[in-house]
């Protein structure tokens, strides 16, 4: 642990990199606002923890300050483009900002980044042309906001880097932890952050990403759907009484070790298909037998998403031949006679009680 300068950081790393799951969003940072809380830089400014880990003597992992650092690199772009073709001491200024924070030799980028911000940081900084949905990235709006800050108060570049050379961080190296529960437990309260992308990074590292693709798959038409699959997946078998999205990827790798000691990954997972297919049949009313079709129509008729938890671990218990259709029928019919009594009561009935009652109807059965 080091107490660093941010842009002596960036000049002396030959090639910064993003973790793969990592994405920019509108937690980004506004230098240039720094400059109006002390205009005489007269004290050093704390911009805060950065964990790295370095993969060589010149190159690091960004493990969890991202934002800082690509934000700051837009400054300099911005700095570049507003001082372009004023004078030949400016162009030579320019070439030397470009070839000590933005680039690592020749045409290579400095910062690696990854999915649609590699695309758009790269266009942004070859300065090729953006389309009007890569215009409203919280990546561009910064870049424009430094632009017009820039020239409406009329910055000078020596003033910029006046205040630049006062931003400091503290610099954790984490070479021994694993990045992406690093990652986690620093931002797990963090809305913005990708609880799907962390799983896409969680089933590569585990060898089962194929199967986690098909079940995205799945529910591709509508993205969310994945996200209430999950939701009610975990409630079964976790039984949660509530939860928050912000808790999905570590569900999924509770769920996934915990499993892996009873069934080998490819069970696992091909489980875990089963499970998403028979959700989808859940939510798009899926079914060839008219009854069962009927029945669940009169279930999302009656705003029964709240009972597709349950609904699924009984779905799951026919497909599999525990219990007979017969019984699955009378459970449904009894689940929408539920709602439309809670529907006409305009009161919340207990549905754990409910429950209680199938359970036992169940067994009995």
């Known amino acids: 642990m080091e107490i660093v300068n941010l842009l002596k950081f960036i000049n002396n790393a030959h090639d910064i990199y993003a973790l793969d799951f990592a994405r920019c969003n509108r937690s980004m940072v506004n230098f240039l606002d720094l400059m109006v809380v002390d205009e005489q830089f007269t004290r050093s400014i704390d911009l805060g923890l950065i964990f790295v880990s370095q993969k060589e003597y010149d190159k690091y992992i960004i493990i969890d300050g991202l934002n800082r650092i690509v934000s700051l690199s837009l400054l ?95 610099l954790v190296e984490a070479d021994d932890v694993s990045h992406r529960d690093l990652y986690y437990r620093i931002n797990k309260t963090n809305r913005k952050i990708s609880q799907i992308t962390l799983i896409d990074s969680f089933t590569s590292e585990k060898g089962v990403a194929p199967v986690w693709d098909e079940i995205k798959n799945i529910f591709s038409q509508e993205k969310s759907d994945i996200f209430l699959f999950l939701k009610d997946f975990f409630i079964t078998k976790f039984n949660y009484k509530t939860f928050s999205q912000e808790r999905l990827y570590e569900s999924f790798v509770n769920y996934y070790e915990t499993m892996s000691q009873y069934q080998k990954k490819d069970v696992l997972m091909s489980n875990l298909k089963r499970s998403a297919m028979l959700y989808f049949n859940i939510l798009n009313v899926n079914f060839k037998n008219e009854d069962i079709r009927h029945a669940f129509i009169n279930i999302k008729r ?52 409910l429950v209680q009652y199938l359970n036992a109807l169940i067994s009995y059965k």
Request: aromatic share 10%; net charge neutral.
């Open 76 to 170: 300099l772009h911005a700095i570049c483009e507003c001082y372009k073709k004023t004078s030949s001491r400016n162009d030579k200024a320019i070439q030397t900002i470009r070839t000590k924070y933005l680039f690592s030799g020749g045409s290579k980028l400095k910062l690696h980044l990854h999915g649609e911000d590699a695309d758009l940081y790269s266009k942004i900084i070859n300065g090729e042309r953006l389309s009007g949905h890569e215009k409203s990235k919280p990546m561009f709006v910064l870049l424009h906001n430094f632009w017009t800050q820039i020239k409406d108060e009329k910055l000078q570049a020596s003033n910029i880097f006046k205040m630049l050379q006062k931003i400091n961080i503290v």
């Open 302 to 353: 009656h705003g029964g998403v709240d009972t597709y938890a349950y609904i699924l671990s009984v779905y799951e218990d026919f497909y599999t031949g525990n219990i007979t259709e017969n019984i699955f029928l009378e459970i449904l019919n009894t689940i929408d006679e539920y709602l439309r009594n809670r529907e006409s009561s305009g009161k919340n009935i207990d549905f754990n009680e």
